[in-house]
Structure formats: structure tokens, C-alpha cells
């Protein structure tokens, strides 16, 4: 008896309509979550985004990939489970409803409705009845005539199917339900949960990866997602699974031919397809078409979504110059893109992981190039999204990360088009030692020949030891000749010179603060730096014409354009002991190779899903747009003084009801026989 009464407990609680929408509610809410948190991108980005205090909880509670969460799929179930038993709960009343005229309905509950009346009756009870039959039968109404005490009852209805809204409504959340529990990968989950089935974890070849984490091409529903370079072939695509993915094998295979992408004059991708060919493994079958966004191709039940694109292994060219070199001279470097290329450095093992080369880099800069910082503060600012702005294409950039043998990286930012600020031109180079921190950029400072060669040779001359010497002396001598030194001080100021250039080629600027800071007082430092600066700067213009003789150039004239270039090359010189590598790679040109983003989809549930949603907007259709009238005309045997009683229920009560009403209340006084007062 117990398990029973437990039983019926628990049935009355899954057939409540308060049970379904309380887990209605949590699903609204989850699917908000999944609609404002964009799903299935990998950790880090969340990470990134986030930071880790966050990250932890929203990982254990599956926000990342709502709509696959176990506790969102067992929702669904139990959502399942509830409606089906409220439909089964409330069926046979409806179609009870439905298919009764109520003909058992009592005088007295008829004269307590809102809509009715009563007239005496002038006629013939039958022919006021057959009129009223021939009246109903017009207005579109159901009848059916009985034999009462009282006297004789038409009951007539129309709109009884408004009913069926609220079975529709209750089935469609039921088959929508089942398409998203048929597309949530279920098995997969229970797979996973028994151990026959393992995400992978690590980044290496797919054909390394072991069975335990490969899903098979019969794989009920999946959604994936797959790369494929132009003239490249894919047969297997990646399925996101939390911290680590799987490998599902697909029914055929995609090869590529070409990529298309139109863009706005802004440099804004306009559109984009792939012109592909399908070959099914087991028949051999060729399709080829062109996909675009929203028109997929379709093949043995998988859909082919164009979903993006990107980098698919360009050839890159580099000029690889030594920031601690002596020599002016740059040696010549080719690398992929989206490859690793191991390489030594004076000894020093390194690798060099190269990510996307991006041929168009749209930002969103200030609208004046003079804006507090200069070029490299506009770069930033518009890749944090700060106003004003204006939309520009900065041309293509590559960005790659340099790792030691500890494993520790920098990440590197390279523009190849050079940046103009105020009539002078620069190379840009970004660096930054935490994925979350901005890039510091460094401006590399362009010559004549818009190339850096001219900066180079200025670099190596100030760090080689060799040349302070005859830098200082050409600075001594003019300064005597101007006779901004006496004799007798001659001999320090050109010692002076060259400790600056010493201290300077050791650190940069910061080299000459650190000595400012450790050695002099406070209340002097601001002259004593002046004074170094100003050393500084005549010395670099000595040092440009020692460089320029070493290379065998003619003689730049020191005009203010040449010195503000000098001044740059100062600027970048000391910015490059910052850098974190002792080179600098100079893309100087590359051979694209464009990719595709595929999402490959097995979705046995859309077609539910479509049904369900029929199915919900015809169930708000009835319950909505359907009126429920039920009508009695009751010819009320008084003897002498016979009556005919008109009642209306209706399941709306607004001015159409009221219009309808009287419709039938002007029909019933010609019924009745004469236009007489109402009795009620």
C-alpha cells in the first residue's frame, strides 16, 4: 500500500502543471546563458576572459557548452516526462469535452449565465426550433435536438477544437524536447561516463589519436568542426569536448578547390564561400558545389555549414636582424604559417610557433594620428575598443610566439605595411610576455628608402665599443669649434661623450635613469639628465655620419626631417632592450594559402524540432484564434404560457462575444414569434 501511495506522489507531482513550469523556468534561464555566453570556444578564451576565479565554477556547472550540460539534457528528460504524463493526465477530459453537447444541462444553471434570455413563446415549439436549427446552421454551429421534461432542448456548439491548443501546445514541447535530446549526443555522455569513450587531451596529429577518442562515422548526432587549406582534403572533423576534443570520423571525405571572399572598401569580409567536392567513401559518389553562409550542403544526412575561414598555411618571408649586433646586415628567414620551426641562436635552442597570417587587420583608430602616445598608443587603443574611432585597414600582420628550451614564450606582433605619423614612417612589432596584457609596441623608424637599413647601421655603429671613440671626438671637436667647450674642458666632455654612448648602448634610456637614481641626488637628477640627453643627442649625429662612411653612403644633411629620424632611432633603440629577443623578424613578403571553416552536423533531432514548432504554433492558433460557443435554446413547456430560453457560454467574454449575443437574442424574438419584452 505504501508503494502505491509513493507511486501516485510521484505521479501527481510529474503530472503537476507547476513541476513543468518550474523546469520550464530553469531551462529559460539556462538558454539564456547559452544565447549571451557565446558556447564551445576553447578554454583559454574563457580563461582570458573571466580570469580563474570565475572559470572554475562555470566549468563544473557546463556554462561553457550549456546545451550538452548533463544536468540540461536531464532536464529535458524529466521536462519530457512531465508533459507527457499532463497530456496523459488531461486527455480523456478533452476529448470528453470535445465530443459532449452538454445536453444534460440544467434550467437553473442556464438562467445563471452571463449571456442569456428568455421570451415567450408565440409559435409552434417545432417550428421555432427548426427555425433556430436553420439560424445555427448559418452561423456555421453543431446541433443536436433532445426530448427534456421541460420541453424540447437544442443544444448546438461551435469552436469545440480550441481544446485541442492545449494538447498541441503540451505535445510540441514534448517533441521539441526529443529533437534536443536526440542532438544532445546523449550516448556519447553515457559513453564517456562508463569510460569507453576519453576526450583527448593532447596536441598532436589526428592519426595519433587513439580509438578510445574517436567517434565513428555512424555516430547518431554530432557537430563538429573541421579546417580544410585550398587543395587540401579532410575526412575527420574536431567535436569540442570540455578541456580536450574528439575526433569524429565523417561518411566521406571534402577537398577544397578554391576559397572566395569579396570585401567592403573598408577591407570588411562582404562574403564568402567554398567551392568543394564531396566524395563518399562508400560509393565513390562526387558532389561538388559551392557553399555559403546559410545555404549548406547536404550530403548522406550530414550538413556542410560554412562557418569560417582563415589562414591555412601560408609561405612566409622574413628578414631576421640581430638587435645586439654590430653589423647592419639582416640574414633571410622562410617559415608556414601555423607551423613551429626549431632553430638555435647563438647557442641558445629555440622554437619559433607561428600563428595566423592575417592579410587584413580591420581597427577601428582615433581620428588623428597625433593623438597622446603617437602610433603605437592608436594601435592599442583601438584593439581595447576605445573611442573615438574610425575604421581603417592596417594591412597584413603575423603573429608568432618565440620559446625557450624551458618551455617559457613571448608573443610577437608584425605588421608589414609601414605606419605614417606626421610625414615619418615606421615599422611596427609588437610584443607581450602574458596573453592577457596588451602588446608594447615598438616603433622601428624607416629611412629615406622607406626601409630600416638606415636605423641598422645607426644601431650597430652605437653598440659597437669601437666607434665611441671617433663618435665622441667629431662630438668634442664640434663643440669646441662652436665654443660651447673651453680647452681646457675638451678632454672631459669627449670622455663624458663616451660614457654616454657606453651607458646608453648598455640599456637605453633606462640604463642612463638607473645610473641617475643609484648615484645621483635627487634634487640634481633633473639636470644632470638634461645634460646627458643633450650629449646624447649630439652624439647620434656624429654617430649617423660614422655609419654612413662605414657603409660607404654619401653624407646625410642634418635637416629637421634627419633629425627627428635620429630621434626615433634612439627612441627604438632603447625600446628594443625590452623587446624579450635578440632579433627582430621583418616580414618583408608571403605566398597565401587560404582555409576554410567547416561545421559538419548530424542532427537527427532539427526535423523534430521543426515538427514541435509546427506543432506550438498551431496549438496557439487554436487557443488563441478559436472561440469555444456553446449554445441552448430551450422551448419550456408552461402550459398556458410557454417560453423560449437562449443561453450562451462562451470561453471569451469581450465585445465580439456581446455582439454575437445579441445577434442571437434579435434571432430568438423572430423565433419566438413577435418582437416581445424579455421575461428576464
Known amino acids: 500500500m505504501r508503494r502505491l501511495s509513493f507511486a501516485r506522489a510521484l505521479f501527481e507531482l510529474f503530472s503537476s502543471m507547476r513541476f513543468a513550469i518550474s523546469l520550464l523556468t530553469i531551462l529559460a534561464i539556462a538558454s539564456v546563458i547559452g544565447t549571451v555566453l557565446q558556447q564551445n570556444r576553447p578554454y583559454p578564451d574563457y580563461v582570458f576572459e573571466f580570469g580563474d576565479f570565475w572559470f572554475q565554477p562555470f566549468e563544473r556547472l557546463g556554462l561553457f557548452d550549456v546545451y550538452h550540460a548533463s544536468w540540461f539534457l536531464i532536464i529535458l528528460l524529466f521536462l519530457v516526462i512531465s508533459t507527457s504524463l499532463c497530456i496523459y493526465r488531461q486527455l480523456p477530459g478533452i476529448v470528453r469535452d470535445i465530443k459532449s453537447w452538454r445536453e444534460q444541462a440544467g434550467l437553473k444553471s442556464l438562467r445563471s449565465m452571463h449571456h442569456h434570455d428568455e421570451h415567450p413563446l408565440r409559435v409552434d415549439a417545432a417550428t421555432a426550433l427548426s427555425q433556430a436549427q436553420a439560424w445555427f446552421a448559418a452561423q456555421g454551429y453543431k446541433f443536436k435536438q433532445v426530448e427534456r421534461p421541460e420541453g424540447t432542448l437544442l443544444v448546438a456548439k461551435k469552436g469545440a477544437l480550441q481544446r485541442l491548443g492545449y494538447l498541441l501546445a503540451h505535445a510540441a514541447i514534448v517533441v521539441i524536447c526529443i529533437g534536443g535530446l536526440l542532438d544532445g549526443n546523449l550516448p556519447l555522455k553515457l559513453q564517456a561516463l562508463m569510460g569507453n569513450k576519453q576526450p583527448e587531451l593532447r596536441n598532436v596529429p589526428q592519426s595519433q589519436i587513439p580509438g578510445i577518442s574517436r ?60 567551392d568543394i567536392e564531396v566524395i563518399e567513401k562508400d560509393s565513390g559518389k562526387i558532389t561538388t558545389a559551392t557553399v555559403k553562409v546559410n545555404h549548406p550542403l547536404i550530403v548522406d544526412g550530414v550538413a556542410i555549414y560554412q562557418s569560417s575561414f582563415g589562414d591555412g598555411g601560408s609561405k612566409l618571408q622574413f628578414a631576421m636582424w640581430d638587435w645586439t649586433s654590430t653589423s647592419a646586415t639582416s640574414v633571410p628567414l622562410a617559415a608556414v604559417s601555423q607551423n613551429t620551426l626549431p632553430f638555435d641562436w647563438a647557442g641558445t635552442p629555440l622554437t619559433l610557433e607561428f600563428g595566423e597570417l592575417r592579410p587584413f587587420n580591420i581597427e577601428s583608430l582615433p581620428d588623428t594620428a597625433e593623438a597622446a602616445g603617437g602610433m603605437a598608443k592608436m594601435i592599442q587603443d583601438a584593439r581595447e575598443v576605445r573611442a573615438p574611432k574610425r575604421v581603417k585597414n592596417l594591412g597584413p600582420s603575423v603573429q608568432f610566439k618565440v620559446r625557450d628550451g624551458q618551455g617559457q614564450a613571448r608573443e610577437y606582433l608584425n605588421y608589414l605595411a609601414p605606419f605614417e605619423e606626421d610625414g615619418r614612417y615606421y615599422m611596427m612589432t609588437g610584443m607581450r610576455s602574458e596573453q592577457a596584457a596588451p602588446f608594447a609596441f615598438v616603433r622601428v623608424p624607416l629611412d629615406a628608402e622607406f626601409k630600416p637599413d638606415g636605423f641598422m647601421r645607426l644601431k650597430a655603429v652605437l653598440r659597437d665599443p669601437s666607434a665611441w671613440a671617433e663618435i665622441a671626438r667629431r662630438t668634442a671637436d664640434k663643440a669646441a669649434s662652436e665654443g660651447a667647450v673651453s680647452a681646457e674642458f675638451r678632454a672631459p666632455f669627449e670622455q663624458s661623450v663616451r660614457w654616454v654612448l657606453q651607458r646608453f648602448s648598455e640599456g637605453g634610456f633606462v640604463a642612463l635613469e638607473q645610473f641617475l637614481d643609484d648615484k645621483v641626488p635627487q634634487d640634481k637628477r633633473k639636470a644632470v639628465a638634461q645634460t646627458y640627453i643633450k650629449l646624447l643627442q649630439g652624439a647620434v649625429i656624429d654617430a649617423d655620419a660614422v655609419a654612413n662612411e662605414r657603409a660607404g653612403r654619401a653624407p646625410v644633411a642634418v635637416d629637421e626631417k634627419r633629425y627627428r629620424f635620429l630621434m626615433d632611432v634612439l627612441v627604438a633603440m632603447s625600446a628594443s632592450f625590452d623587446y624579450g629577443s635578440p632579433f627582430w623578424l621583418q616580414p618583408v613578403g608571403f605566398e597565401e594559402v587560404k582555409s576554410s571553416g567547416f561545421q559538419v552536423a548530424r542532427s537527427p533531432g532539427q526535423p523534430l524540432v521543426y515538427l514541435g514548432s509546427l506543432l506550438l504554433v498551431l496549438g496557439i492558433f487554436c487557443m488563441f484564434y478559436i472561440r469555444e460557443n456553446r449554445i441552448w435554446v430551450w422551448a419550456l413547456d408552461r402550459g398556458d404560457q410557454p417560453t423560449l430560453l437562449l443561453a450562451l457560454s462562451s470561453n471569451r467574454r469581450d465585445a465580439l462575444t456581446e455582439r454575437e449575443f445579441a445577434s442571437h437574442r434579435a434571432a430568438l424574438v423572430s423565433m419566438a414569434g413577435a418582437a416581445q419584452e424579455s421575461t428576464t
Open 215 to 274: 567517434l565513428p562515422a555512424s555516430n547518431g548526432s554530432f557537430r563538429a568542426n573541421i579546417d580544410v587549406p585550398e587543395g587540401g582534403v579532410a575526412d575527420v572533423a574536431f567535436l569540442n569536448a570540455g578541456r580536450g576534443y574528439y575526433v569524429q570520423e565523417l561518411p566521406f571525405l571534402i577537398r577544397l578547390k578554391k576559397f572566395h571572399i569579396e570585401h567592403y572598401s573598408s577591407g570588411q569580409p562582404k562574403l564568402f564561400a567554398s
